[in-house]
């Protein structure tokens, strides 16, 4: 099958005719063995027919759910469905909506997923797409339709899908949810992509009358694209609501070679998010780390840690930097 974005071309011998493959019973079956998925992984109604199968076997393999509906004539195969994790179903779910609704594109937090952004517990029920007008807005258990201006800068493509460029995607995101999951996503477009905050900055300057702008403009005075995951993310953020200095990120130590977390070189505290996958969980890494840590212990550095829990109850990590603190003023 030839697929050239817009329209889907038989091509013999790419599918051999019913009754002739030999590989399962009933013949039905076989469609999804035998034709080839187009460049986003879907197998369509429209190429179906086209390939010589009739509207009855394809509607059987979708009520005997070997084919997942994605969309209206858009279906994916359900073993691999079953396979992807939640981001990938939302991917799938905004390909099909943009595929779907010429003229739109991927946006806000859909785009986000489309760009590989870090997301942190971020609602993806809805699939969200921007159309070109003024008006005409409007949102479904599926679908948030927003509406705006889109212009070239404003967009890019994922595969054949038009989306939000990345700088726009994070200001429209930021708009729409709260201040933890904008800067998560935010840090990870600044980390990951050739965007600066004063690119997100000049975005919000040209949108200053759209609907929670200002959100947007909070969001970004706190992004730091240093911030290698969620959790350290958060982790900025908490200690700013509890009144703590300041950290330089990322931070390698002289002498030693290390790169830790979060640094404050004045006081010698070094403060370590210990995420679920940092280590592995792994005894030989564990035993790597409690050298590492000695290791900067042995040079004068005070050292403290907390993990994801931690992050809801940040109270006890304050006080753990507190008292890393009196341990440097005891010398």
């Not at 870090?118 to 007008?133: E, G």
């Not at 200001?171 to 965007?195: F, M, T, Y």
């Not at 040079?299 to 829990?309: D, I, L, M, N, P």
């Amino acid at each position: 099958m030839l697929y050239d974005g817009a329209t889907i071309h038989p091509q013999a011998p790419s599918y051999p005719q019913l009754g002739t493959w030999g590989c399962c019973a009933p013949a039905d079956r076989c469609i999804i063995t035998h034709m080839h998925t187009d460049p986003d992984g879907f197998v369509t109604r429209t190429a179906a027919l086209a390939a010589g199968y009739t509207d009855n076997e394809f509607t059987r393999l979708a009520v005997r759910g070997d084919i997942r509906k994605i969309a209206a004539g858009i279906y994916y195969p359900t073993a691999k469905y079953d396979a992807l994790s939640p981001t990938d179903v939302h991917r799938l779910r905004a390909t099909a909506a943009a595929r779907r609704l010429q003229g739109h594109a991927v946006s806000h937090t859909s785009a986000a997923v489309m760009h590989g952004l870090t997301m942190w517990n971020t609602d993806l029920s809805r699939v969200h797409l921007t159309a070109a007008r003024a008006t005409g807005g409007r949102r479904t258990r599926e679908t948030h339709i927003h509406t705006g201006s889109l212009d070239e800068l404003s967009l890019t493509s994922v595969g054949s899908t038009p989306v939000t460029s990345v700088a726009r995607t994070v200001v429209d995101a930021a708009r729409i949810v709260d201040l933890d999951h904008a800067v998560v996503l935010g840090d990870s477009a600044l980390e990951k992509h050739p965007i600066t905050a004063a690119d997100l900055l000049s975005i919000v300057d040209q949108g200053s009358r759209l609907h929670n702008i200002a959100a947007a403009r909070r969001a970004i005075a706190r992004m730091n694209g240093l911030s290698e995951s969620a959790g350290e993310s958060l982790s900025r953020l908490r200690m700013a609501e509890h009144g703590m200095p300041e950290p330089v990120l990322q931070q390698r130590i002289p002498h030693l070679g290390f790169r830790v977390d979060f640094f404050w070189p004045a006081l010698r505290i070094i403060g370590e998010f210990d995420g679920v996958s940092k280590y592995g969980g792994l005894a030989e890494n564990l035993a790597l780390e409690k050298e590492r840590e000695d290791a900067l212990r042995d040079e004068g550095y005070q050292v403290f840690r907390w993990v994801w829990k931690d992050l809801w109850n940040f109270a006890e990590v304050y006080m753990r930097f507190e008292k890393a603190k009196a341990r440097i003023g005891a010398r």
